[in-house]
């Protein structure tokens, strides 16, 4: 890893890795049920077999049962209604918040061209080397994980939370497909670099606690993301030659870069070619 990178990215890590150490780690939740079919869609979809994150959007309690098919709406643990969440009368348009630390574009150009270029391999990847049985660390006295504080973060209004942590509101808008989401139970806090192809680029070398710092990252660099979640199925761990969300190539590319410049993360070499070329094309 570059030097000049190093007093940031301990700092980070040290914030991301301490409450694993001083709070307990969550149990690891039941396999979840093939994500639900995007409503408009009129069809079931599969979960991707290449992704290995589907158990981490939340308790089992707290997952979509296949019959829903609604947007504006709160699940109520241990039934199976929901109960609307209203929102504030009078709100502007839905925004995408993107994350932390977003290069401009000159940076992100000169990041790229930095970045080593060698093959990818993910042979052996487990996503429990990124944090153990517990998809997200736990936080503070209130033990608020990463997805919560991250969903609080990213809602482009004021979350609506209970008992402390538990996000039970907000709206979301999704870069992936464009969808407006008022219920957490419909968004994934997406890693931009999949943990698959970070692991495939250099982080299979990494201690324990710097993949676990990765996998929580809410400020160091722009990896964590709030989309729906039949958006993050349809990614699953694709890298940027093979999928990119329509609209949001640009900005989506320079937060890739920014996430694998940050972490020393190596491109390969079609990689860096699909990232060159939409630089190539923006505007911004």
């Not at 996998?215 to 199925?233: E, K, Y």
């Amino acid at each position: 890893m570059r030097s000049y990178r190093r007093p940031v990215l301990t700092s980070a890590l040290l914030v991301a890795a301490l409450p694993a150490v001083l709070l307990p780690v969550a149990a690891q939740a039941a396999s979840p049920p093939s994500p639900p079919s995007r409503p408009e869609a009129g069809q079931a979809r599969s979960a991707a077999l290449n992704f290995d994150e589907l158990d981490c959007e939340g308790p089992e309690e707290d997952r979509l049962p296949s019959t829903d098919s609604g947007q504006g709406a709160v699940h109520e643990p241990g039934t199976a209604a929901f109960v609307p969440a209203p929102l504030p009368a009078g709100l502007p348009p839905a925004t995408v918040k993107w994350p932390k630390n977003l290069p401009d574009l000159e940076d992100a150009k000169r990041m790229l061209s930095e970045l080593d270029v060698g093959p990818f391999d993910s042979k052996g990847f487990q996503r429990t080397a990124f944090g153990g049985k517990s998809c997200w660390v736990l936080h503070g006295a209130e033990k608020c994980s990463t997805r919560e504080l991250a969903l609080k973060a990213l809602s482009d209004i004021p979350a609506t939370i209970k008992r402390g942590c538990k996000v039970v509101g907000g709206r979301w808008r999704s870069a992936y497909d464009g969808l407006t989401v008022t219920n957490p139970l419909r968004v994934d806090i997406d890693h931009i670099v999949p943990l698959r192809a970070a692991w495939g680029s250099g982080a299979r070398d990494w201690p324990e606690y710097k993949r676990r710092a990765f996998a929580n990252d809410l400020s160091g660099s722009p990896q964590l993301i709030a989309v729906s979640t039949w958006s993050n199925r349809d990614k699953g761990d694709k890298s940027p030659e093979k999928w990119l969300p329509k609209g949001y190539e640009c900005t989506y590319s320079r937060a890739w870069i920014g996430v694998k410049d940050y972490y020393g993360l190596r491109v390969t070499a079609g990689e860096r070619s699909r990232l060159e070329e939409v630089l190539g094309d923006c505007q911004e």
